[in-house]
């Protein structure tokens, strides 16, 4: 709840009449005004308790709450929202009230695929042994804490309408967590709960979406989208983005894969598939054949010239750089994240003795050979990771368009193509999905703090993507806390109390 915010609305309105009645012809035409979505306190609720580490909590539930008024999927386009039924009576939770209680923002989106809202009783990590109570969900976490969650379904890469039209293709996922935004920020004056303290949270393609959202906040490129659903007349930057494993920066992703795998040629490659708004994945081992080691050297040569082109800088302003072989300052600076997190472990008791990789001496991690720690991770996608030469990854199934249900994003696989007539992405709907292109840039609104983890047993994507995400934001004054937590494969929400410390951090201060 923040008192200013009606004034905003009313601007807003002002202002985007004036361009309507301005002399400068406009063009699209601006699809008609209908009112968002409307948010009743009083009703439409159910009354649940919620628990989690061992504390318990009254909530009012809204379900299935559509957050735009010109839905193109429905079903998929609505929000649940949960908030503390003390913060309707005055009360208070850890010190949080109506007014300052941060707005928690998970989304359940995984492989791009769409997503439902998540729920307190949603599952985190994998299902307990029998006799054992399930880890709590970040959720359930959350309210428990006295935050005020709500969290967007969106569509994704495979929902088709009735007459074959792709409705969920890039940027579609993007566009519906801001329009979720917006319900919030215009709801805000009956709604409890901060909307000037949003966190977004999400893992793999979902922590891709929390990342794109808290760096492109009001970015006019995602405007006209947001209109054409009749999203709320309000802003959507957020205030602190949390990212596990974010699968991002996808153009550019399949090089970086083979800057740091590019020489394993064998594989255990994973299959995926959906049971149940689930990721399902399977392992299938293999080798390289000789096209696929032509492509994995050609993306791998490429990756320095993009870096390069970043210009990042460590935290004493030392330049990161690659030389054209791949090695150099970026290299040694990914190697010592790599390093601190192996320390850690071995400074909490871990038996490192069998990763052969690192140099140990006198309880010291001293050094790492990347190279071969590449080959213990093992590689699991083949080159090109993302952007497959046979419009076989559900990144060309992103990007497919409204007609089209798989299409290339990089000029490299286009040029590589297997597929007869396959056609590639538009340059800015490529753009619009890359929070690499908003950070730095005066028209979007980034968050001020973020909070990046990525395993350092994941070979979803390459180190290097959260590496480049997290320096880049660090250079231009952003608060980043990233960290490549030990041993840890592709998964997110699995350290909630170091999670719900850093919220409670980043929102301490005076609002
Ligand atoms: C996810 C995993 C991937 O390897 C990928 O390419 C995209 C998404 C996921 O788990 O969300």
């Given at each position: 709840m923040m008192i200013p915010r009606r004034t905003f609305t009313m601007s807003l309105l002002a202002a985007s009449l004036a361009g309507a009645c301005s002399s400068t012809p406009m063009t699209p035409t601006p699809s008609p005004a209908s009112p968002p979505p409307p948010f009743d306190p009083k009703r439409g609720y159910q009354r649940r308790e919620v628990s989690a580490g061992g504390r318990t909590v009254v909530v009012r539930a809204w379900e299935g709450l559509a957050y735009v008024s010109r839905p193109v999927e429905p079903a998929w386009q609505?929000?649940?929202?949960?908030?503390?039924?003390?913060?309707?009576?005055?009360?208070?939770?850890?010190?949080?009230?109506?007014?300052?209680?941060?707005?928690?923002?998970?989304?359940?989106?995984?492989?791009?695929?769409?997503?439902?809202?998540?729920?307190?009783?949603?599952?985190?990590?994998?299902?307990?042994?029998?006799?054992?109570?399930?880890?709590?969900?970040?959720?359930?976490?959350?309210?428990?804490?006295?935050?005020?969650?709500?969290?967007?379904?969106?569509?994704?890469?495979?929902?088709?309408?009735?007459?074959?039209?792709?409705?969920?293709?890039?940027?579609?996922?993007?566009?519906?967590?801001?329009?979720?935004?917006?319900?919030?920020?215009?709801?805000?004056?009956?709604?409890?709960?901060?909307?000037?303290?949003?966190?977004s949270n999400g893992t793999s393609a979902g922590g891709a979406l929390s990342a794109l959202l808290g760096a492109s906040g009001n970015s006019p490129d995602h405007e006209e989208a947001l209109r054409a659903l009749g999203a709320a007349p309000a802003r959507d930057d957020i205030f602190a983005v949390s990212a596990y494993c974010p699968i991002t920066n996808l153009e550019n992703a399949d090089a970086a894969y083979e800057w740091q795998f590019g020489h394993a040629h064998d594989y255990r490659r994973i299959e995926m598939s959906m049971l149940d708004y689930q990721m399902q994945r399977r392992e299938v081992a293999g080798t390289l054949t000789a096209d696929q080691i032509a492509l994995a050297d050609a993306l791998k040569a490429s990756f320095p010239a993009y870096l390069n082109t970043l210009d990042l800088r460590d935290a004493a302003g030392r330049p990161l750089r690659l030389d054209a072989g791949g090695h150099g300052s970026f290299r040694e600076h990914v190697k010592s994240l790599v390093i601190a997190s192996a320390q850690q472990a071995l400074d909490a008791g871990a038996d490192l003795s069998s990763r052969r990789w690192l140099r140990i001496a006198s309880g010291r991690v001293v050094d790492l050979d990347f190279d071969a720690y590449g080959l213990a991770a093992t590689r699991m996608k083949l080159p090109p990771a993302f952007d497959g030469v046979a419009l076989d990854t559900g990144e060309n199934q992103l990007f497919g368009s409204s007609r089209l249900d798989k299409r290339h994003f990089t000029a490299f696989s286009m040029q590589h193509s297997r597929v007869v007539g396959a056609q590639q992405a538009d340059e800015r709907t490529v753009r619009m999905m890359n929070p690499m292109h908003y950070i730095g840039r005066s028209a979007a609104t980034v968050a001020?703090?973020?909070?990046?983890?990525?395993?350092?047993?994941?070979?979803?994507?390459?180190?290097?993507?959260?590496?480049?995400?997290?320096?880049?934001?660090?250079?231009?004054?952003?608060?980043?806390?990233?960290?490549l937590p030990w041993d840890r494969p592709h998964s997110g929400d699995y350290d909630l109390d170091a999670l719900f410390a850093w919220i409670d951090r980043v929102t301490a201060a005076p609002r």
């Amino acid at each position: 709840m923040m008192i200013p915010r009606r004034t905003f609305t009313m601007s807003l309105l002002a202002a985007s009449l004036a361009g309507a009645c301005s002399s400068t012809p406009m063009t699209p035409t601006p699809s008609p005004a209908s009112p968002p979505p409307p948010f009743d306190p009083k009703r439409g609720y159910q009354r649940r308790e919620v628990s989690a580490g061992g504390r318990t909590v009254v909530v009012r539930a809204w379900e299935g709450l559509a957050y735009v008024s010109r839905p193109v999927e429905p079903a998929w386009q609505v929000m649940n929202l949960y908030i503390p039924e003390a913060y309707f009576q005055g009360g208070q939770i850890d010190g949080r009230t109506a007014r300052t209680a941060p707005i928690f923002l998970p989304n359940s989106i995984g492989g791009y695929m769409p997503a439902k809202p998540g729920t307190p009783e949603g599952r985190n990590g994998p299902p307990p042994a029998p006799g054992q109570t399930p880890l709590p969900s970040a959720i359930a976490v959350a309210l428990t804490r006295g935050l005020v969650v709500a969290s967007p379904g969106a569509r994704g890469r495979t929902l088709q309408a009735a007459d074959g039209t792709w409705t969920g293709k890039a940027p579609a996922a993007i566009i519906d967590l801001k329009a979720a935004v917006r319900f919030l920020r215009h709801h805000d004056a009956v709604m409890p709960g901060n909307t000037a303290r949003i966190i977004s949270n999400g893992t793999s393609a979902g922590g891709a979406l929390s990342a794109l959202l808290g760096a492109s906040g009001n970015s006019p490129d995602h405007e006209e989208a947001l209109r054409a659903l009749g999203a709320a007349p309000a802003r959507d930057d957020i205030f602190a983005v949390s990212a596990y494993c974010p699968i991002t920066n996808l153009e550019n992703a399949d090089a970086a894969y083979e800057w740091q795998f590019g020489h394993a040629h064998d594989y255990r490659r994973i299959e995926m598939s959906m049971l149940d708004y689930q990721m399902q994945r399977r392992e299938v081992a293999g080798t390289l054949t000789a096209d696929q080691i032509a492509l994995a050297d050609a993306l791998k040569a490429s990756f320095p010239a993009y870096l390069n082109t970043l210009d990042l800088r460590d935290a004493a302003g030392r330049p990161l750089r690659l030389d054209a072989g791949g090695h150099g300052s970026f290299r040694e600076h990914v190697k010592s994240l790599v390093i601190a997190s192996a320390q850690q472990a071995l400074d909490a008791g871990a038996d490192l003795s069998s990763r052969r990789w690192l140099r140990i001496a006198s309880g010291r991690v001293v050094d790492l050979d990347f190279d071969a720690y590449g080959l213990a991770a093992t590689r699991m996608k083949l080159p090109p990771a993302f952007d497959g030469v046979a419009l076989d990854t559900g990144e060309n199934q992103l990007f497919g368009s409204s007609r089209l249900d798989k299409r290339h994003f990089t000029a490299f696989s286009m040029q590589h193509s297997r597929v007869v007539g396959a056609q590639q992405a538009d340059e800015r709907t490529v753009r619009m999905m890359n929070p690499m292109h908003y950070i730095g840039r005066s028209a979007a609104t980034v968050a001020p703090h973020w909070r990046i983890r990525h395993g350092t047993m994941d070979r979803d994507t390459s180190l290097a993507v959260p590496v480049m995400l997290g320096t880049l934001l660090a250079q231009h004054g952003i608060d980043v806390d990233l960290a490549l937590p030990w041993d840890r494969p592709h998964s997110g929400d699995y350290d909630l109390d170091a999670l719900f410390a850093w919220i409670d951090r980043v929102t301490a201060a005076p609002r």
